[in-house]
């Protein structure tokens, strides 16, 4: 069974350009998060999608937005890019039994503005 | 708040040697728990979980054990190789799909 997918993996940006990353989920999962790691932040959640639906949404700014398609598959885009943006982003997807909620993260974009 | 910490950011050991690293958390409404390991360039990669109404679960060369009292928990890695070098997270899981991590532990294996 793949992996959690994401593209690109590395990126650099201009400050006050868009970006979008992409995330495709382990098949038969329907949960799919975004969460942003830096050296002096760590590892922090930005949203979570379920079913097309955000069920849950970090402490970050407008800027950063979300969605997911019927097929799972999901997209984060964040505008105006600052450089405090540059960062690993992680996609994890979920499958939720009885048993636990285990979790897979893919192996991140790197995202570089300058 | 909701917050999760680990009490050394970094930890040395002896390869043969056991590993624990422990984590506390401070959201007592956490429902699981995920151990990570990430590796220099690499996303975290899943270690092992447990759930809350457990204290204890093992998997291979390693164990989670979970005390809710003081809401702590750590990973025991047994027999640790060169291989098992990399940075540890613990995450606490609220509300559905979200984890919150603490800030790592980077352990390093001496040959």
């Known amino acids: 069974k793949a992996g959690v997918t994401q593209t690109p993996r590395y990126l650099i940006k201009t400050r006050g350009q868009q970006v979008t990353l992409s995330c495709s989920p382990i098949?038969?999962?329907?949960?799919v998060s975004w969460y942003q790691q830096t050296p002096g932040q760590g590892l922090q959640f930005l949203f979570e999608?379920?079913?097309?639906?955000?069920?849950n949404k970090g402490n970050f700014p407008g800027r950063f937005s979300g969605r997911q398609f019927s097929n799972s598959r999901s997209e984060m885009n964040v505008s105006t890019l600052e450089l405090g943006d540059s960062a690993l982003y992680l996609c994890?997807?979920?499958?939720?039994?009885?048993?636990?909620?285990?979790?897979?993260f893919g192996e991140g974009s790197w995202l570089t503005v300058v | 708040g909701e917050s999760v910490g680990l009490h050394l950011p970094t930890l040395s050991v002896q390869e043969g040697d056991n590993s624990i690293i422990n984590c506390a958390y401070s959201?007592?409404?956490?429902?699981?728990f995920i151990w990570y390991k990430q590796e220099s360039g690499k996303g975290p990669q899943f270690i092992i979980d447990?759930?809350?109404?457990?204290d204890k679960r093992q998997g291979q060369r390693v164990t989670v054990l979970l005390n809710k009292t003081v809401k702590h928990l750590s990973l025991q890695i047994a027999a640790t190789q060169p291989g098992d070098s990399a940075v540890y997270f613990c995450?606490?899981?609220?509300?559905?799909?979200?984890?919150?991590f603490g800030q790592g532990t980077e352990l390093s294996v001496k040959p």
């Open positions: 994890a997807s979920s499958f939720v039994s009885d048993s636990g909620n285990t979790i897979y």
């Open positions: 098949s038969g999962h329907r949960s």
């Open positions: 999608y379920f079913s097309e639906t955000q069920r």
């Open positions: 959201n007592s409404a956490s429902d699981y």
């Open positions: 447990i759930r809350s109404n457990m």
């Open positions: 995450a606490a899981g609220v509300q559905g799909g979200k984890l919150i």
